[in-house]
């Protein structure tokens, strides 16, 4: 298998990749890059009202103190958030600290996004707009911060202003600006004006509260968006519905990097509602008409022609084929070497040996891939579910050939993201081509759910070789990891691939602190990673590679600690003395739930943890097996250091949703290759986990006060390890291919 691009679909990516696997880049290319410039950027315009307030930025509302916050004369305070929401809540999050520092009243907070062409025109004032990562506060929480003390600041002032006081005398609660000595107060709504004629702070006069401070931020407040979630009243864009709209429905060559050959539009024209077929790229055509069922009805009636190719003699099996060849293919594949791992292992009383795999897996969001375009003359505007509002203006712009400038973005609430809807914009060049043979009209694109299952960007399939050396006291004298597996990077940043190693796809088994270190000390370590690339495009997935990287360490630990004859909690503490923030959440799980006592009969624990996405997790897994094979995952219970918590039932909830997740992926997900094609077309061959399978769930929140991590991903890596070592506990066989429900393991 080679290291081949698939080159199936007209992908927005951060570069555009050339035949020869080489790059340029595009012209989306400077937006997406500085959007990881984040906080930087943001300040500067915050503090340079002139540099807002240019011709070609649009006019201050009245009512704007800064960029952030608007208030309105009823105390209303209106705070922007423009990173997207998909449900982790990031919204309020961000709100909960712009209100802290602005010393606001929150019952009276509300929110506004700003559009991506609003935040290109004030020459991206409010910072990156995407949210994937984990990075959505983590990135974001300094300049945000920043923005409600300045607005507070200069509420102050106006105040000050209007009463003629100096600013040290007044004081501010719940939006409330008192000077105690004269008796007289003044709510923001009736200085907001005032303070938006005023020139903000210098930067280096913003001084931040300690989170210890904290009355708004760090605590469980309600989220700004459940109510019209509840009611009804949050439109998605699938339910979009514009004047004069028209639908439509595509369908891609079911065989990665095949093409579209002919169709035969003569045989759907007559049919109802349709209005036309559309060629929309090499491999793609569509069908619009008057309602998204009917052109979906009309495009499988289509007759199409496909030159598939020759990646339609590929199947799973000559991909596992790849990988295993990978895992002993001679070459330089080191990332990570300390010592002569290899000659410790070979010269040590015991050797461990194991050989783990994971399968790709779909994103499978509630809402499948859709937007609405709508190109009018020299214009171009789109309604999108998108976790990057940047990347698909920069995508509106290619695709329209329309300058940035004259396109626009509106970032609807997302039915699901998890990586699916971030720098891979496929689904926008499909509505852009559309909407461009029908000027004027407002274009709603929408994938049918076999659509998305099968032209998805998969979480990458892997396996690993994990090889360890014991001593004769059970002490571990050398580690071997090798992973062979696709690589994210070769279809989305392949310029980040340096002399053939992807360090990306060892992510969690980082030297580095700070985002995905491995928490143990080993006496000599060798990491290595063999790129095999398929014709299946992969992307992110809730997790990435800590997923896999989690479940192949903590399994493989576990199988070394029984080969030591030893705990696993007290194996795994001897290897993490250096690494304490990583001994202490598996310390607080440990304790929380419940090691070393007795469970009812039947039942067995497992144990985890490991880092990523910034944040420090650990678990512990409580399930019982059947003679047949039947998994009840009983309980389980996590531990998580993300430094700061700032909406600690928000984390909570975040945790609970992972694992859905991971339970649902270890145990029944799984895309399997037959011919060049996905198998797997909807959820009746691609089971998810039901709510009946969750686990009681409980948490302990452990925050040092000393950085910021994330929250969304971090946890989801150490629930799939538990629950295999609890498996293991229970019938004393590793569980190694995934998903389990392959062999005989079902989740019940």
């Not at 070497?337 to 050797?351: F, P, Q």
Request: glycine content about 8%; proline content about 5%; aromatic content about 6%.
């Amino acid at each position: 298998m080679t290291n081949s691009i698939s080159k199936s679909k007209s992908v927005t990516r951060n570069v555009m990749l050339k035949s020869n696997g080489s790059f340029k880049p595009a012209r989306r290319q400077f937006l997406i890059a500085t959007s990881a410039v984040g906080a930087g950027l943001a300040l500067g315009l915050m503090n340079s009202r002139p540099a807002m307030a240019q011709a070609s930025a649009p006019a201050l509302a009245a009512d704007e103190v800064n960029v952030w916050v608007v208030i309105k004369p009823d105390d209303t305070v209106v705070i922007r958030i423009v990173r997207s929401e998909m449900g982790q809540g990031t919204r309020t999050g961000l709100a909960q600290l712009v209100a802290e520092e602005l010393d606001c009243d929150w019952k009276k907070v509300t929110y506004e996004s700003p559009s991506a062409g609003q935040n290109l025109a004030r020459k991206r004032a409010w910072g990156a707009m995407a949210t994937g990562g984990s990075r959505g506060i983590r990135d974001s929480h300094d300049y945000v911060r920043r923005g409600g003390a300045a607005a507070r600041m200069m509420l102050l002032q106006a105040a000050a202003d209007q009463f003629k006081v100096p600013v040290s005398e007044l004081t501010v609660s719940n939006g409330v600006i008192t000077h105690a000595s004269t008796n007289r107060s003044v709510s923001y709504g009736k200085v907001a004006d005032a303070a938006a004629k005023l020139t903000p702070p210098e930067a280096k006069s913003i001084v931040l509260k300690k989170p210890k401070d904290w009355k708004i931020a760090g605590t469980a407040v309600p989220r700004l968006d459940t109510a019209d979630k509840v009611n009804g009243a949050k439109v998605f864009s699938i339910d979009l519905r514009l004047p004069g709209m028209l639908c439509a429905a595509v369908k891609s060559c079911p065989v990665f990097g095949g093409k579209l050959v002919s169709f035969d539009e003569a045989k759907v024209k007559a049919m109802r509602g349709v209005k036309g077929v559309v060629k929309v790229n090499d491999s793609t055509v569509a069908v619009v008409a008057d309602t998204w069922w009917r052109a979906k009805t009309a495009l499988e009636n289509l007759p199409i022609d496909w030159d598939l190719g020759a990646n339609a003699k590929v199947s799973s099996t000559t991909i596992a084929a790849a990988l295993k060849e990978g895992l002993g293919a001679e070459g330089d594949y080191w990332q990570r070497k300390e010592g002569d791992a290899l000659a410790a292992i070979k010269g040590s009383a015991k050797t461990v040996e194991a050989v783990y795999s994971s399968q790709f897996v779909a994103h499978a969001t509630m809402e499948p891939m859709n937007c609405v375009v709508q190109i009018s003359g020299d214009r171009a505007y789109a309604w999108v579910p998108t976790q990057n509002a940047e990347a698909s203006i920069a995508a509106l712009s290619e695709a329209s050939g329309l300058p940035l400038a004259n396109c626009d973005i509106k970032t609807m609430d997302l039915g699901g993201g998890l990586g699916r809807r971030g720098g891979t914009q496929d689904f926008m060049h499909h509505a852009v081509a559309i909407a461009k043979l029908y000027p004027n009209v407002p274009i709603k694109m929408v994938w049918s759910r076999e659509e998305d299952m099968t032209h998805d960007f998969y979480r990458p399939i892997s396996m690993a070789k994990m090889s360890a050396g014991l001593d004769d006291k059970g002490n571990v004298t050398g580690f071997h990891i090798r992973v062979s597996g696709q690589s994210i990077n070769a279809y989305l940043s392949p310029s980040a691939i340096k002399n053939n190693k992807d360090v990306r796809q060892l992510q969690g088994y980082y030297e580095e602190p700070g985002d995905a270190q491995l928490g143990y000390t080993f006496p000599s370590l060798l990491t290595e990673y063999v790129m095999r690339n398929s014709h299946v495009p992969v992307g992110p997935w809730r997790g990435v590679n800590t997923n896999q990287n989690g479940i192949y360490m903590e399994c493989f630990i576990e199988e070394c600690a029984r080969a030591a004859g030893r705990d696993s909690l007290a194996f795994r503490r001897d290897l993490m003395k250096n690494h304490p923030k990583h001994l202490a959440v598996l310390g607080a799980v440990a304790q929380k739930g419940d090691w070393g006592k007795a469970l009812p009969a039947g039942q067995h624990r497992g144990i985890a943890q490991f880092m990523g996405y910034g944040s420090y997790s650990a678990a512990t897994a409580e399930v019982s097996v059947s003679a047949s094979g039947q998994v009840k995952v009983h309980r389980m219970v996590f531990a998580l250091n993300s430094g700061h918590f700032v909406n600690p039932s928000q984390v909570k909830a975040q945790i609970e949703g992972s694992v859905v997740m991971a339970l649902s992926a270890i145990f029944n997900e799984d895309i399997t290759i037959e011919n060049g094609q996905v198998k797997e077309t909807n959820y009746h061959s691609y089971p998810l986990a039901k709510l009946k399978d969750t686990p009681k769930v409980e948490c302990v929140l452990v925050p040092s006060h000393d950085f910021w991590g994330g929250v969304g991903e971090p946890t989801i890596c150490v629930v799939g390890p538990a629950v295999l070592n609890a498996i293991f506990a229970a019938t004393g066989k590793p569980a190694r291919d995934l998903p389990l429900r392959k062999h005989g393991l079902t989740l019940v």
